[in-house]
């Protein structure tokens, strides 16, 4: 059965992966979306089915895809653990210099580094969530919604409409037909908030 990730054997595996990347005299940044940028950077998400990057290109150098097939083997991953498929999904509105965040630098605690994470923005992570809201799956859905309200609470957001200004930003076309976003935000603004506040970023190693 392949198991779910945690935030220890990630930061670990981003440790090999900046390591590789050194040995093979290159460095590597990517940034880290979905479920995994909240499971690194938050305190509200704690495991994830797999790591959405944005793309590193047509053809991942050989020592990236040994080192990944390596990191799931070990762990008992997905052999598709580390992905860029959520480029398709990305905004064209973003820009990296405002919608970025550093997350940190692998291997940790070593003098040459390897590997850069980013993550995106409360507001960009916010928007992206919105826009991929699967309502109509049980579990899947329950997480998206979750996951959105602990971004409206760092974000401060207790109306409906900013939040979906939010979403306008990145994604005009969604914000424009945007019934399924309001529903559930309704619903999540109008309920009690019966958790500790939620952080984001956080970026302790």
């Known amino acids: 059965m392949v198991r779910s990730l945690d935030r220890d054997k990630l930061l670990d595996a981003f440790d090999e992966i900046g390591r590789a990347a050194v040995a093979a005299g290159t460095r590597l940044s990517i940034a880290v979306f979905g479920g995994s940028a909240l499971m690194l950077a938050s305190n509200f998400r704690f495991s994830t089915e797999d790591v959405d990057i944005a793309a590193i290109g047509e053809d991942w150098p050989r020592w990236l895809s040994e080192s990944v097939e390596r990191i799931a083997r070990r762990n008992n991953w997905s052999p598709t653990w580390l992905n860029d ?41 916010l928007a992206l969530k919105l826009k991929a809201l699967r309502v109509s799956d049980f579990h899947k859905g329950a997480q998206d919604i979750a996951d959105v309200a602990s971004l409206l609470r760092v974000l401060g957001i207790t109306q409906v409409e900013p939040a979906i200004d939010i979403l306008a930003e990145f994604f005009p076309k969604s914000a424009a037909d945007a019934d399924k976003q309001r529903f559930v935000l309704k619903r999540i603004l109008s309920a009690e908030d019966p958790n500790n506040a939620p952080e984001y970023p956080r970026t302790d190693g």
């Open 85 to 125: 498929a959520v480029t398709f999904h990305l905004s064209a509105a973003a820009q990296p210099d405002r919608d970025l965040l550093a997350f940190g630098s692998f291997p940790r605690r070593e003098e040459q580094v390897g590997l850069s994470v980013f993550v995106p923005t409360g507001r960009y992570l």
